[in-house]
């Protein structure tokens, strides 16, 4: 049974930083490729940044490159995303995603607010 949940959401203001974590359980976390989406109200949900087993492949949206950087603890089953420079448009519900084998696993989100 795979399991993700998502910590680390609130309100910043523009220009500030927050730091999201995704811990999940299950047997195997070292080798499922981790992604965060995002979706705002009104709009389709949208792949923010991925990553595979290993370090060495990542993946940033354009929207969010050099500013938003993703990372694993495999000792912690635990993927982050690192967001810097925020601005009101990242406002939106973060969502851990993985596949594990074919089967594909979603966190219940956490809420990013980015205002003044």
């Known amino acids: 049974q795979v399991q993700l949940v998502e910590s680390g959401g609130g309100l910043v203001q523009p220009g500030g930083s927050l730091r999201l974590s995704c811990l999940a359980s299950?047997?195997?976390?070292?080798?499922?490729?981790m992604s965060w989406y995002r979706q705002a109200p009104g709009k389709e949900r949208e792949l923010v940044a991925g990553m595979t087993s290993t370090t060495d492949n990542t993946y940033c949206a354009d929207s969010v490159k050099g500013r938003f950087t993703i990372s694993r603890d495999n000792a912690k089953n635990t993927v982050y995303l690192q967001m810097n420079s925020l601005k009101p448009e990242d406002t939106a519900v973060y969502y851990c995603n993985a596949w594990v084998r074919r089967d594909e696993y979603w966190g219940q989100g956490t809420q990013v607010t980015v205002s003044s």
């Open positions: 299950g047997v195997g976390f070292s080798s499922w490729p």
